[in-house]
């Protein structure tokens, strides 16, 4: 089974001698497992085929050979993975995925009041006793009055470009990573993409930012909602994965690209 991975409690391991991913509780990848049943069951190209057994547990997964997103990214790679995320947020909601459908921030009414100040009190709160915020919490708190969302739908959550695999036709040839996977506001993993490419490419972006949102009608107040969800992206990066490992450079960089975003006209 050198080829295969095998489920070990909260962790998948690759092969007999090799790396484990190991997850930050059993509910990621529980998450992550209901996230390919779904995606496997809609034809979506996924790096891993997952195999179950009759209690519907994982038994193995599969890998194939990729190259990744960030070897060669170009506009048609950028189009091409947000023709996938634009079309796994129209998978119809057939399955929960954990509580999130009783969570209060998963209606619509009060989803922008209650999200808002989620992110503030979460997010700036847990961050400005260390970093200078500036001004982000006022930004935050206009944007997030703008959150009115359309529907809510599969959400990945961790849309980035290294998730996506790529042919040699720059054609999308697996995803990857969706232990964070839930139902929420679609926008936000468009929010999340935005983010990583604008860190990626920098002043450069647009040409990027156009290839994703041609698959999305947007207007302004769409487009502010984007932003508040970029923003949202860094600082989720610097409270939850840097600080946590210690790595103050790349929390205090995740934290500028956030002051970054609010203060330029990306789009």
């Known amino acids: ?12 391991v690759y092969g007999e001698n090799s790396v484990t991913k190991t997850y930050d509780s059993n509910n990621g990848f529980e998450r992550e497992l209901l996230a390919y049943k779904i995606l496997n069951k809609n034809n979506f190209p996924l790096a891993k085929i997952i195999h179950i057994d009759h209690e519907n547990r994982a038994i193995s997964f599969e890998k194939i050979n990729h190259e990744d997103g960030l070897e060669k990214l170009s506009k048609e790679r950028v189009k091409n993975a947000s023709r996938v995320l634009y079309n796994l947020h129209n998978i119809p909601i057939n399955e929960r995925v954990s509580e ?29 006793n260390h970093f200078d915020m500036g001004n982000l919490e006022s930004i935050l708190n ?15 959550f961790d849309a980035k470009m290294r998730h996506f695999f790529f042919n040699q036709d720059d054609t999308v040839k697996a995803i990857i990573d969706f232990e964070y996977f839930g139902i929420f506001d679609p926008l936000v993993d468009v929010g999340n993409l935005l983010a990583d490419i604008s860190e990626l490419e920098g002043s450069n972006h647009r040409p990027f930012f156009d290839a994703i949102l041609e698959n999305y009608p947007h207007n302004k107040n769409s487009l502010e909602i984007l932003l508040f969800y970029m923003i ?5 990066q610097a409270l939850c994965i840097d600080l946590p490992r210690g790595d103050m450079e790349s929390a205090t960089k995740a934290i500028e690209l956030s002051k970054t975003f609010a203060s330029q006209d990306l789009f």
């Open 1 to 12: 089974m050198d080829n295969r991975e095998r489920r070990h409690h909260n962790k998948i």
């Open 100 to 128: 999130d459908i009783s969570d209060p921030r998963f209606s619509i009414q009060g989803f922008s009041y209650s999200l808002t100040r989620h992110v503030i009190n979460k997010y700036v709160g847990g961050l400005k």
């Open 232 to 236: 949202t992206s860094k600082l989720t």
């Open 142 to 156: 206009k944007l997030g009055s703008k959150l009115e969302p359309e529907k809510f739908s599969y959400t990945w």
